[in-house]
């Protein structure tokens, strides 16, 4: 039997930027860069991972369906983002200037990998908590972070992971040992 792979996405805001991928089969890495949704999308079912991580807000701060405060709001910061700016983990929280592009597309590509279990991760907490490590797979940083988010999609299937919020949304991090 084939064994299970594990997905790392590091979204870019923009098509038009980089987005690292990454599978790891809890063995070995390997990455892709690619652009658009569609190449994205197809990736992901061509290797029909068991868990996909995403390193991207997949949802909006409680109270609101756009980033319009003329429409909704005035929630800036999810609860999970704070548990984890208690802890001392840097984030940038979905309201904020570039993040607001990020987490519309986040959201709407949880949206398209249904049937998929999807987590959000953020792979540079990972890192610090992990501790640091080379992957060597990775051609360049949004591939790194990818190949974090893949780890972080490994330990979350381990039960080495704690997931931090509530239905608002949840941040999926490595248990520190
Ligand atoms: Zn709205």
Redesign the pocket.
């Known amino acids: 039997m084939k064994s299970p792979v594990f997905a790392g996405i590091d979204l870019a805001a923009l098509p038009k930027n980089q987005t690292g991928l990454c599978l790891f089969d809890g063995r070995r890495f390997g990455c892709r860069t690619l652009y658009d949704d569609e190449a994205i999308v197809a990736f992901i079912e061509e290797s029909r991972p068991r868990v996909v991580a995403i390193d991207a807000p997949l949802t909006l701060p409680r109270g609101?369906?756009?980033f319009?405060d003329a429409?909704?709001g005035p929630r800036k910061i999810r609860t999970c983002d704070r548990m984890l700016i208690a802890r001392g983990h840097r984030v940038f929280p979905p309201g904020f200037s570039f993040m607001k592009q990020l987490t519309l597309r986040g959201k709407a590509m949880k949206e398209r990998l249904q049937g998929y279990e999807i987590i959000e991760v953020h792979p540079r907490t990972s890192l610090r908590i992990l501790g640091p490590r080379a992957f060597p797979a990775a051609h360049n940083e949004h591939e790194r972070d990818a190949c974090a988010a893949a780890l972080t999609a490994f330990l979350y299937a381990e039960g080495k992971c704690e997931v931090l919020g509530d239905d608002e949304g949840t941040v999926v991090i490595p248990r520190v040992r």
Do not use: Y
Request: hydrophobic share 0%.
């Open positions: 609101r369906c756009c319009d429409c909704c």
